[in-house]
């Protein structure tokens, strides 16, 4: 049988984000108990192109795969390979924005899920583009925000009251301070190298999840955030320690603060809350692996046939 392949316009119909989180939830509870891999990113330059990889095998649901993406003046283009294991077939071929953005934003949502402080009000979104906003709308499949203060000097207000519409918020523009005063949960979703604000302005209880650059020489979070965090919370240690900028730049004399970092298959094969005291500030800084990658499009792909066959047997009916 020829592969499936699936367009990011029909990828973006078969994925919500409740589905989304569940299913990286249970990706990340395989890959805790060696029952999923991550194959990490490679990534090779050639003067001003750059050709990365990235994929994982979920043995647990017999299904592996990669994620290949060229960079050309900044701008990514993605496409995901799927492979059925159990024939050692290929399946699927996948658009990737739709799943990176899915997978991204969704991952967000299920770290929130298991660490945010009880009472979550509002929310400070710094960035608004692409991802920015599919960070805002995933929360907000788990979270009710009274309010979303919104950080981007490209954001208009026309922006926000469509996100209010979508989100039932209220949403404004906000400068980095105010935004971040008495946010509950921060989002940084920018492009910006350097950091957007000061970890000093942070709540007791926030939660924080930093999604943008994923390189070493850049980083969206300063050291007072990550100095104040009682746990830092990475995707998984091989690749995030040598791929987050915030990590690599971190200037700390203090070997115990790096203790706080924690990745995902650690805090799934702990049986403890993943927050401590309700006064904890805790921090996710992601990178983006192979194995969400492989999970949201499996989610994809398997959503697409279950489609098919509802079809079919409707038209034999
Ligand atoms: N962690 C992951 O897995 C993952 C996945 C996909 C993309 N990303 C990263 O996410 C970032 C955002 O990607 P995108 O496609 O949404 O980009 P985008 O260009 O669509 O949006 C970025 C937004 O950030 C705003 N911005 C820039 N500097 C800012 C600052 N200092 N404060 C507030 N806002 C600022 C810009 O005005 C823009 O609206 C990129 O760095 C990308 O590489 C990470």
Known sequence: MQPTYLDDDTISVFLDYPRVVAILDEAFADLAVGRAEIHARQRTDSLNLRL????ALWNARQVGGVKIYPTVSGQFSF?????????????????????????????????????????????????????GTAQALALCAVFQFDAISVVDPLVDDAWCSRLALQTGSVVKRCSPEAATLDADIVVTATRSQTPVFDGNWLKPGAFVSAIGISAPKGRELDDATLSRANRIIVEWKPQSLREAGELVLWQTDNALEREKIVDLPELYRRSEPWRGSEEDIIVAKSV??????????????????????????????
Request: net charge positive; hydrophobic share 45%.
């Open 79 to 131: 496409l995901i390979t799927l492979f059925d294991l159990e024939t050692n077939r290929p399946i699927a071929v996948l658009d990737g924005a739709e799943i990176t953005k899915f997978r991204t934003a969704g991952l967000t949502a299920l770290i929130a899920s298991k660490t945010a402080s009880q009472r979550v009000k509002k929310l400070a979104l710094f960035g608004a583009g692409f991802q």
């Open 52 to 55: 990365s990889t990235m994929g």
């Open 288 to 317: 983006g692996v192979g194995l969400s990658d492989v999970a949201c499009a499996y989610l994809a792909f398997t959503r697409s046939q279950q489609v098919q066959e509802t079809q079919a047997k409707g038209a034999a009916a």
